[in-house]
């Protein structure tokens, strides 16, 4: 069945960088558009960022844009959000979910179980 | 950028009343709209996609239904267990936005 297994959150203090990684299994990763989506504490969900199955195409967020790199190895079955320049607004639960269709552009059939990012000081 | 908005914030019904959530698109988006229900500390699961298209698994009490910017999830007959938010999501283009979410409760 297929897994999505992030990690990689953390405390950080803002202006501080993280990377996330999400390690994929139980169906054909190179063969996906992966997304990351977020959510705030007590908040709704706000996409973040997507890759082809390729890595060619990729999407951010307003809010991210600049600042984070969705990007993926697919010869290891990961997808990475790198972080950088991280304000306190970024504090939320970040998902890993795979795209249901063909194109990059999809719904979201299957989403990890999550990572949080908390920045504070 | 296309905004997503969601109608009400959150409802409560009782047991087998018929329950409808509406999402507006700010501009056309096809028929690239897709449901997801979030329950209580749990992952976002897909409902819907392509509008009206119920995903493998999903109770057929669910349905989506599409009116040009128009987007409306029914729940038949509301159960116990439905009790989640509910979120839309555009998919046409970058970026994905999701709706601001639709609370439901059992009253």
């Known amino acids: 069945q297929v897994q999505l297994v992030e990690s990689g959150g953390g405390v950080v203090q803002p202006g501080r960088s993280l990377r996330l990684s999400c390690a994929a299994s139980g169906f054909t990763f190179s063969s996906s558009g992966m997304h990351w989506v977020r959510q705030a504490p007590g908040k709704g969900l706000e996409w973040v960022a997507l890759i082809s199955s390729d890595g060619s195409n990729k999407g951010y967020a307003d809010s991210v844009k600049g600042r984070f790199t969705i990007s993926r190895d697919n010869s290891k079955n990961t997808l990475y959000l790198q972080m950088n320049s991280l304000r306190t607004e970024d504090t939320a639960v970040y998902y890993c979910?795979?795209?249901?269709?063909?194109?990059?552009?999809?719904?979201?059939?299957?989403w990890g179980q999550g990572t949080l990012v908390t920045v504070s000081s | 950028d296309i905004q997503m908005t969601q109608s009400p914030s959150s409802l409560s019904a009782s047991v087998g009343d018929r329950v409808t959530i509406t999402c507006r698109a700010s501009?056309?988006?096809?028929?690239?709209l897709a449901w997801y229900q979030q329950k209580p500390g749990k992952v976002p699961k897909l409902l819907i996609y392509a509008a009206s298209t119920l995903q493998s698994g999903v109770p057929s009490r669910f349905s989506g239904s599409a009116s040009g910017t128009d987007f409306t999830l029914t729940i038949s007959s509301l159960q116990p267990e439905d009790v989640a938010t509910y979120y839309c999501?555009?998919?046409?283009?970058?970026?994905?936005?999701f709706g601001g979410g639709t609370k439901v409760e059992i009253k």
């Open positions: 979910a795979k795209g249901s269709g063909y194109s990059y552009v999809s719904s979201l059939d299957h």
């Open positions: 999501q555009k998919y046409d283009s970058a970026p994905l936005t």
């Open positions: 501009q056309g988006i096809s028929y690239y």
